[in-house]
């Protein structure tokens, strides 16, 4: 695989180069799309980085170099949670992809007790569900107008995961969407 996952030193090493990348870039499909300093800083200040239930991570690609982060949430939960952000400069190339497996094999074969992996993006962010389906993951939920857009109107958060056992046989495990009548 070509991405390697480097922890990040949130309030050391890293710092600036963290509060650069996320006030550089803009996240148009998560809840913030732009970050300003002060915010980076009080999240950075809050553990959001790295602390007993966050860790996080540089995305290093073997040919482009550093291409991301990725923030894994609910450390302590046995289902994980993420937050994947590509530099612009890297989107739309299928590097979440890569960047996606490597970080569900880093969850399962670093968190024991981890069961589930689960992401969310908004029903916009089309190459990211494909994204999702492509390595393995299935769609849980779809929450019709449960992702705010600043200045718009709510779109659907649409839910992803993938199971340990899935992820270790390869195979999804699927289930009956509408398994009640009336």
């Known amino acids: 695989m070509s ?5 990040l030193d949130a309030v050391g ?3 600036e180069a963290l509060v650069n990348f996320m006030t550089r870039n803009e996240f148009r499909f998560h809840g ?8 980076i800083e009080a999240s950075i200040a809050k553990g959001a ?3 007993e239930d966050n860790d996080s991570f540089w995305i290093d690609h073997a040919e482009h170099g550093r291409i991301g982060i990725a923030r894994v949430q609910d450390l302590r939960d046995p289902t994980a949670m993420f937050d994947l952000r590509l530099d612009e400069e890297f989107r739309g190339r299928g590097l979440g992809l890569d960047s996606l497996r490597a970080l569900t094999q880093h969850v ?3 968190l024991p007790d981890t069961h589930r992996f689960e992401g969310q993006t908004r029903e916009d962010n089309i ?3 494909k994204t999702f389906l492509r390595c393995g993951w299935a769609k849980e939920a779809h929450y019709r107008e449960g992702w ?3 200045g718009g109107t709510p779109v659907a958060s649409v839910a992803y995961s993938i199971l340990r056992r899935d992820w270790e046989t390869g195979q ?3 289930f009956v969407w509408e398994d009640l009548t009336l």
């Open 108 to 110: 399962f074969s670093t």
């Open 148 to 150: 705010p857009v600043q």
């Open 172 to 174: 999804t495990t699927t």
């Open 127 to 129: 190459a990211m569900r």
């Open 3 to 7: 991405i390697n996952l480097v922890r």
């Open 13 to 15: 090493n890293d710092h």
């Open 49 to 51: 980085y790295r602390n």
């Open 32 to 39: 913030t799309p732009r970050i300003t300093r002060q915010a």
